[in-house]
């Protein structure tokens, strides 16, 4: 009940056009902390593949950034492929790529993902290493 101030409110607690905040004041004296709490984070769907997504349903979407969204992989499928001969001693391959994963544009509202990625090295007619991953995600925001 100590809690409660004199007009039934949560003290510390404050619901505001954007949102709760709270409020935590230290007993040692130091400044007070105002956080706005966050929300569950909303499943949009599953994505694979690279691809675009459309998130102007989502209200307020000019306000997102790509902070607000995140993705949690279902699925990772790797394949290696290593035809040829035998020899590899000028084999050379030293490539990266990465999986970028996402950008958000808020002037669109379209979010562009990235979960595929491949790359090869040729040793002449001789042999050609190749890999390639691909991952299916769901995706979520949280605003």
């Known amino acids: 009940m100590n ?5 039934g409110a949560i003290k510390g607690m404050d619901a505001r056009e954007d949102g709760v905040y709270i409020t935590y004041v230290p007993s040692s004296g130091a ?3 105002t956080k706005k709490l966050g929300s569950e984070p ?3 769907g599953t994505l694979t593949g690279n691809g675009t997504f459309d998130c102007k349903k989502i209200a307020n979407y000019k306000q997102l950034t790509k902070d ?4 949690i992989p279902k ?12 020899d ?3 084999m050379g391959w030293n490539s990266t790529k990465e999986l970028k ?3 958000y544009n808020a002037d669109t509202g379209i979010l562009s993902f990235y979960l595929t990625t491949s790359d090869s090295y040729s040793y002449g007619s001789y042999w050609t290493k190749s890999y390639s991953i691909d991952i299916t995600g769901d995706l979520y ?3």
Do not use: H, K, M, Y
């Open 42 to 44: 909303q499943l949009l």
């Open 101 to 103: 994963s996402i950008e």
């Open 68 to 71: 607000n969204f995140f993705i």
């Open 88 to 90: 590899s001693s000028n």
């Open 3 to 7: 809690a409660i101030n004199d007009n």
């Open 75 to 86: 699925t990772v499928r790797a394949r290696f492929n290593a035809p040829g001969g035998t």
């Open 141 to 143: 925001c949280v605003f």
């Open 31 to 33: 400044d007070s902390v």
